[in-house]
């Protein structure tokens, strides 16, 4: 069969999740069963995958959805904790005072916060947190979710403390033959991924000052009161110093100090900057931005998760509402640097292991207590209750609500994952047929050759939107990446970039994490409609890095390795 042929019958999943979930607003609860048979049948019958594969690829995908299910319970868990206590009426308070424009909130919350978070901890967290701060803020539960994930972009390769950097890419790349070529070229392998992690951040940095510009469009073209982009695009000056604080410190990072750091340090020290300049007032609009009357909004703008019943508690302190945000990024910052030991301490404990799944080469170690749903989320989410001084009523409403709320996504990710599972390793098979994601990519090779790297980082965001992870795209794409600039004669550190940069951007559509964000505000159905919109942010995305790519590898850094 040619490839052409098996590349086409190896999208129809996708398809299927477009066509239900877009076209026909199927929400993901039906749309992804009906994707997981298709990617079965497909394994079955044409890619000829032996059952015991394909088992063993589902029980993988269901080990690694409940991991995502843990963290989407964890922030739910915070989320509602806070909100019983009347944590977040003080936060809701102190962030009013900031400024009380929207455009100005959304920035702050989804760029600074979640690259920050991203940074610490990655997998799915950012918006976890992000978007039911938002709600908290008075945000149609909508228009939160689709801010945080836009935000959660250039931030992404340099996530979880340089996870798809390092692990994504290093780990994958350093098979003998590449090792060889890149010695042979006087490189260490070390320098390489360097190399790669620079060029990932000089990549990302023009799309990356002006998201936070293209986000505030978004919010206000489908969600104001004149549904029209010039109210975001009036914000320009404070929104592209706000891309400024954030990329300017990043770069500089990922220079001096390589990829664990870029998004952590950049969006903390972008933070400071912002927060400092907004209560003086810097490039602030003197007309503050609203949505319009609650009584106005669409009927899918809303979740059914309510902010209003705590909230009018009076006592608790700003200083003191940012305490459980503050232990959360400390325990994260301190369990996920390598050099530290904590971390290493935490997976030991509770940890499950399989190997060789029914018969096959698949294993995996999941460290229950190192998911950031369990440590931090849940541990967070327990000591508030000292904190806040919380009686019984209050903490026993906070868990009976996030109990009621995780049912929602896990039909959702049960599917999803195991389908994703089912695609990649639907390689092992007896007639020879690379796995479907390598099929798929090796055909959009064969038509563009030359003008590769316009099109290199849909590659990797394809990977995110299946996987649900820049780290796992990476393993996928990235010695496929390699090679494709190898036999085209132009910088392997270049594409390679490229796929680590499509790998985050691929994250505003992602399907679990569409998913695992909207039931942290109560949202169901409604994911066909996220994936839709955020297909334009992530497309200019994909595009402009395209061109920039383009020119670097062939006019201004031809001869980089």
């Not at 620079?198 to 104001?224: C, D, E, K, N, S």
Request: proline residues 5%; hydrophobic residues 55%; charged residues 10%.
């Amino acid at each position: 069969m040619s490839i052409g042929v098996l590349a086409l019958l190896a999208f129809v999943p996708i398809a299927v999740i477009f066509i239900l979930m877009v076209g026909f607003r199927w929400g993901a609860t039906k749309a992804m069963p009906v994707a997981f048979l298709a990617a079965a049948l497909l394994a079955v019958f044409i890619w000829k995958t032996p059952m015991n594969w394909i088992l063993a690829a589902s029980v993988n995908g269901v080990g690694i959805a409940i991991q995502i299910l843990l963290i989407v319970f964890g922030a739910l868990a915070l989320l509602f904790t806070l909100r019983e206590s009347g944590a977040l009426a003080a936060i809701n308070v102190g962030f009013t005072a900031i400024s009380p424009d929207r455009r100005v909130q959304a920035i702050i919350i989804a760029w600074f916060f979640g690259s920050f978070i991203e940074g610490s901890a990655g997998f799915g967290t950012p918006a976890a947190l992000a978007a039911p701060l938002l709600l908290s803020l008075g945000f149609p539960a909508l228009a939160a979710v689709m801010v945080a994930l836009i935000a959660n972009s250039t931030c992404v390769s340099f996530g979880a403390v340089g996870t798809p950097t390092l692990i994504g890419v290093g780990q994958t790349t350093n098979t003998p033959e590449i090792m060889q070529q890149i010695a042979d070229a006087g490189l260490e392998y070390n320098e390489f991924i360097y190399q790669v992690g620079l060029w990932t951040g000089i990549q990302h940095a023009i799309p990356g000052i002006m998201i936070p510009l293209i986000l505030v469009a978004m919010m206000t073209r489908f969600f104001g009161t004149n549904k029209s982009i010039k109210e975001g695009l009036a914000i320009w000056p404070f929104a592209i110093f706000a891309g400024l604080c954030f990329v300017v410190p990043y770069l500089l990072v990922a220079w001096l100090l390589g990829p664990e750091f870029p998004s952590l340090l950049g969006a903390l020290i972008g933070l400071g900057i912002v927060l400092l300049t907004t209560r003086a007032g810097f490039l602030i609009p003197k007309e503050p931005w609203d949505f319009p009357e609650k009584s106005t909004w669409e009927s899918n703008w809303m979740g059914s998760i309510s902010m209003s019943s705590k909230e009018a508690r009076t006592g608790i302190s700003l200083a003191k509402a940012w305490v459980p945000y503050i232990l959360i990024a400390l325990l994260l910052i301190l369990t996920r640097i390598r050099s530290l030991p904590f971390g290493s301490w935490i997976k030991s404990i509770m940890t499950v292991h399989y190997t060789e799944l029914f018969g096959t080469s698949i294993s995996n170690t999941f460290n229950i207590l190192y998911i950031p749903g369990v440590i931090p989320f849940v541990l967070v989410a327990l000591l508030c209750i000292p904190i806040y001084k919380m009686n019984k009523t209050q903490v026993s409403l906070a868990w009976k609500e996030t109990f009621k709320r995780i049912k929602g996504p896990t039909i959702a990710l049960l599917f999803a994952v195991p389908m994703v599972r089912i695609m990649m390793q639907s390689g092992n098979n007896f007639i020879d047929y690379n796995s479907m994601p390598l099929v798929m990519a090796e055909a959009m090779t064969n038509v563009f050759r030359g003008a590769w790297p316009l099109v290199d980082a849909f590659v990797g965001a394809l990977g995110s939107f299946m996987a649900g992870s820049n780290t796992v795209s990476n393993m996928l794409f990235s010695v496929f990446q390699y090679s494709i600039a190898d036999q085209l004669g132009i910088s392997k550190v270049i594409i390679v970039a490229l796929q680590n940069i499509g790998g985050a951007f691929g994250n505003m559509i992602c399907v679990h994490n569409v998913i695992a964000a909207c039931a942290t505000v109560g949202l169901v159905g409604v994911e066909g409609v996220l994936i839709k919109r955020n297909l334009i942010p992530m497309t200019i995305y994909g595009l402009t890095v395209g061109i920039i790519a383009l020119i670097l590898v062939y006019f201004v850094v031809p001869g980089l390795f």
